[in-house]
């Protein structure tokens, strides 16, 4: 018992080395960067703060990503739902589906977009088809919101499947079983448990879009500027690393908030979920 967590405990040591080599060693130099260059103390985060354009481009990030996570969460929950429900032929075809897009490269995913969205493109003529005329997308927040759900729908998807293929379908038809028809079972029985992993996965979703840098940049326009590209920007054209500190640090804190408070909410709402359904008090 002992050799074994010996073992353990050696084996997990090249991982968190490599963790703390190459994601908590940089995040830390640059959060110490923002609390110490130019001086001492508050000033660059009291100045991100007190700055209205950062803030509109941080709330537009946060808007932008809750918009992805739900557009994603829309299409992903019914497709992974699917997955647990046809036979093994199905699923594969399925899965192949939305797993050669994962597998494509993020760039020839993005520059397939900028085609795709310009002016007279294909999307431009399919909504002229249906009498929306002149509709440009590329170069507006619409468009790169597009893009970016194409290309996180996959993690929805196939971290949702996992969490639905552990729940045991025999349940469903217990509670028909029992005089409930097969909405209402799903909803007082299967949706409760799927709750953590649409948590998991709706977190995985947001924090890639907040962190996304290449496809707002070349889709999007600076008045739709993201936080990535306001950081990319201090760091590269303005060398401000203090500045892009301040602003990552504002960013990690935020969404730490909000996951805190989202897994707080989460074992309340799932108790309370068949409750609110059927009209009766948790």
């Given amino acids: 018992m002992r050799a074994s967590r010996l073992f353990s405990g050696v084996a997990v040591i090249p991982a968190v080395t490599v ?13 110490v960067r923002s609390f110490t260059d130019p001086e001492p103390g508050l000033g660059q985060y009291a100045a ?8 509109r481009v941080l709330g537009r990030t946060f808007a932008m990503a ?9 299409f992903g929950y019914p497709y992974a739902y699917l997955l647990t429900l046809v036979g093994p032929t199905a699923q594969t075809l399925l899965l192949v589906l939305i797993l050669v ?16 969205l310009q002016r007279d493109g294909p999307v431009a003529a399919l909504l ?6 002149d509709v440009v997308l590329r170069g507006t927040a619409a468009g790169v919101i597009i893009a ?18 552990a729940i045991d379908r025999r349940q469903l038809a217990a509670a028909q079983s029992l005089g409930a ?4 079972a799903f909803l007082q029985v299967y949706l409760p448990q799927s709750l953590p992993g649409v948590f998991a996965s709706s977190s995985l979703v947001f924090i890639l879009a907040l962190g996304f840098y290449i496809t707002p940049q070349l889709i999007g326009s600076p008045k739709e500027a993201m936080i990535a590209q306001v950081i990319g920007m201090r760091v590269e054209k303005i060398v401000d690393f203090a500045g892009a500190g301040a602003l990552s640090g504002i960013l990690l804190l935020a969404t ?3 996951f805190a408070m989202v897994a707080l909410a989460i074992p309340t709402l799932r108790r309370s979920i068949g409750g609110m359904i059927t009209g009766e008090r948790p």
């Fill in 101 to 116: 897009p994962f597998w494509t490269s993020l760039m020839a995913r993005t520059f397939a977009w900028i085609s795709l």
């Fill in 256 to 258: 730490l908030g909000l």
């Fill in 148 to 165: 970016i759900v194409q290309i996180l729908l996959p993690y929805m998807v196939l971290t949702l499947y996992t969490a639905f293929a």
């Fill in 66 to 74: 809750v918009v992805a996570v739900a557009a994603c969460l829309a």
């Fill in 48 to 55: 991100a703060l007190q700055d209205p354009t950062t803030l």
């Fill in 19 to 31: 963790i703390g080599l190459f994601f908590l060693l940089p995040i830390g130099v640059i959060l």
């Fill in 128 to 133: 002229g088809f249906f009498g929306a005329e």
């Fill in 181 to 184: 028809n097969r909405y209402r």
